[in-house]
């Protein structure tokens, strides 16, 4: 967005400080100080830009985008459609949205507006227009944020209306629905599409597909509403492009869909550091960049992160020295053209009072947090050349929101809890430690360019997916499955006839009956002797333990106790040039890091290093058309000599011939 810059920053909210035109002025000293080049305005300035309805005074943000310009600061310009003013719920109650007990909301908080109402439509689309004609050709404009954290549902009379004409219009027919939906159980038939209701907590909650299709019917909307309102800046004369703020996994909307209407993704990271061991975190945060730069496989921002601790979790840790550093490059790392905080100046009052801020309420630039802050920004104006370079993987993992939805949702094996996040992390970080980068892919995306998928718990095969994978692996693809899919369709009905529905002569075998497990108990994968991946070790599993009927695969490790001791527990099939591996039960993670370190091997999906990735190092690789930059961060507990790989190699960042400090980073680039 800049050239030759990464963006550096925050969220900025000067409407809280126009009585104080002294601080106004040092903000810009500071942010200048800080090594900043961005900061994100407007998003919640509904009520200072439009304090009566149609009383626009946008004056003051005029004079502030100006100020920053010419000091160097870009803004990114927020549409404030997050948080409605008073006036706004007063006048049209229509805006406010009805919960799942069926109740209207007051005015209160944020991000809780109807996006079906034509009222705040009409509300948005006015004043975003209006933004759009005084800084949608601003040289200090670079991109919109359309709203923030979209997120919520409203089931009033008017988006329970869209959810019937949604619903008329993919299945036409109400006969059609009830097939799909199976409503003979308990007598939940439908005569028409007038009869359906949105699920609520004192109505239907036992259909799950009328549970999963509310939840596509939201992502639908939502995207409806945030096309408006991209609409409207484009009418406006708006020219610069969008994006708008997501949160990982965030359960409510499919972000895959929802992206496409956006042209950068943007994300809001807010790790619990120190909570547990450290390396654990970064993997963790590590895979949500991953999601996020997947969504578009394009380069990303990071829009918000605190560069001290937050105060919304349930302990408010600082970060440690060095921590912050750290977190602002594994952003850079995973593909992001920017890093950026929440928040430049910290509020005065209200909720977020004492959340972290890169100015606090002391005020000074000799605060440790400041300082580091500083320090950050300085790196990051001399790394500005990874821009353009972007992450390449050979690997995916397949994760897919309506399938979690659905799999949540239905009662089955264990609704103490399946573990499913859990177990992605686990496969995230045996392809990880070994350097492999890794996307994240839905099962509609197309599967060119990956050698190695690991699908673990894809328990909604949707149209069309088995064949993916079939023509994946036939093409000589490896692929891995988990228990727990293929199991049902895209409206949660079952498969019949035998599971993973379509692929069991792919994975040479058909899952027969699965048990769930109690807490503490446990059961163990026990090597084959001789198998041809060189399995050696026992290791323990729990939760959910499949058990499997071979048709042609064969077993490399098998159950060690209950009455299934000697069955499956991990097999592999030829299928075609390619293999299709299948592993049975939870396995503990220590199972994933020798098993995936085997096949990134195998499979050459990981960049050759002299030596391997100390436990504590992540390694991420960024590329462009003339070489590749090797990235390497330390999140262990001591300083760690890195691999570097063979041949010529230009430093970037830091000095790779001593060993990695905690918390410190190393970049070389090598020509190709
Ligand atoms: C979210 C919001 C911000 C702020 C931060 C606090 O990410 O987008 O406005 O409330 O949380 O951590
Ligand atoms: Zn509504």
Redesign the pocket.
């Known amino acids: 967005m800049l050239n030759n810059r990464l963006l550096y920053g925050g969220?900025y909210n000067p409407e809280q400080w126009l009585d104080r035109p002294d601080i106004l002025e040092e903000d810009i000293r500071m942010l200048r100080k800080a090594g900043c080049n961005t900061v994100t305005l407007g998003?919640?300035s509904w009520a200072a830009l439009e304090p009566q309805e149609g009383d626009f005074r946008f004056q003051w943000l005029e004079n502030i985008v100006d100020r920053l310009y010419k000091n160097g600061i870009y803004t990114i310009m927020g549409t404030p459609s997050?948080a409605r003013p008073k006036w706004l719920a007063d006048k049209y109650p229509e805006v406010l949205r009805v919960d799942e007990t069926g109740h209207r909301q007051m005015f209160g908080f944020r991000h809780n507006h109807c996006y079906t109402s034509p009222v705040y439509r009409e509300k948005t689309a006015l004043i975003n227009k209006k933004l759009a004609k005084s800084f949608g050709n601003h040289p200090g404009v670079i991109l919109w944020h359309i709203s923030?954290?979209l997120g919520g549902e409203c089931r009033c009379p008017l988006c329970q209306d869209a959810f019937r004409r949604w619903l008329k219009e993919r299945y036409r027919t109400i006969d059609e629905l009830n097939r799909r939906w199976c409503t003979t159980f308990w007598s939940h038939t439908y005569q028409s599409f007038e009869q359906i209701e949105a699920p609520f907590t004192i109505g239907e909650t036992q259909l799950h597909a009328l549970n999963l299709d509310w939840k596509r019917f939201v992502t639908h909307q939502t995207r409806d509403f945030l096309r408006h309102e991209i609409d409207a800046l484009r009418e406006g004369g708006a020219k610069q492009p969008t994006t708008t703020?997501l949160?990982h996994y965030f359960q409510g909307l499919d972000y895959f869909k929802l992206a496409k209407d956006i042209d950068i993704v943007s994300w809001?990271t807010?790790p619990t550091w120190h909570k547990e061991e450290v390396l654990h975190t970064a993997y963790d945060n590590g895979m949500c960049h991953d999601l996020m730069r997947s969504l578009k496989k394009k380069p990303y921002l990071q829009m918000?992160s605190?560069p001290t601790s937050?105060?919304?979790q349930s302990v408010s840790k600082l970060k440690k020295p060095g921590m912050l550093f750290a977190q602002m490059m594994q952003a850079i790392a995973h593909g992001a053209e920017g890093a950026m905080y929440?928040?430049v100046r910290q509020s005065r009052g209200a909720s977020?009072k004492f959340?972290g801020a890169v100015i606090d309420h002391y005020g000074g630039s000799d605060t440790r947090v400041f300082k580091e802050v500083k320090e950050t920004g300085e790196v990051l104006g001399k790394i500005g050349e990874l821009l353009g370079s972007k992450v390449k993987s050979s690997v995916a993992i397949l994760y897919d929101w309506e399938s979690q939805w659905a799999m949540e949702d239905s009662q089955g094996p264990r609704n103490k809890g399946l573990h499913y996040m859990e177990v992605l992390l686990k496969f995230y970080r045996g392809f990880r430690r070994m350097g492999a980068n890794v996307d994240l892919v839905d099962e509609e995306a197309s599967l060119d360019g990956y050698r190695l998928l690991a699908c673990p718990m894809v328990y909604m095969f949707k149209e069309g997916f088995a064949e993916k994978v079939r023509s994946f692996t036939e093409n000589g693809g490896t692929v891995i499955f988990t228990y727990w899919s293929g199991i049902v369709d895209d409206t949660d009905r079952c498969y019949l006839g035998g599971v993973p529905y379509g692929l069991q002569d792919v994975l040479g075998l058909r899952s027969t009956e699965i048990d769930g497990l109690y807490d503490d108990e446990e059961n163990s994968f026990i090597p084959v002797k001789e198998n041809a991946l060189g399995m050696q070790k026992t290791y323990g599993c729990r939760y959910l333990c499949d058990l499997v009927q071979l048709h042609g695969a064969s077993a490399m490790m098998t159950y060690g106790a209950d009455f299934y001791a000697g069955y499956p527990a991990v097999t592999v099939n030829s299928f075609g040039k390619g293999e299709a591996w299948y592993v049975a039960a939870d396995a503990d993670s220590d199972f994933y890091d020798d098993f995936l370190e085997k096949l990134v091997i195998r499979t050459k999906t990981a960049p050759i290093l002299q030596g391997s990735i100390p436990d504590g190092i992540e390694m991420t690789t960024r590329e462009t058309e003339k070489g590749c930059y090797y990235i390497y961060q330390n999140f262990g507990t001591t300083a760690l000599q890195i691999p570097m790989p063979e041949g010529e190699l230009r430093t970037v960042y830091g000095n790779p011939s001593e060993k990695l400090p905690v918390y410190g980073m190393v970049i070389v680039f090598q020509e190709k």
């Open positions: 969220d998003i919640f997050g923030n954290e703020n949160m809001d807010y918000e605190c937050t105060n919304w929440f928040q977020e959340h």
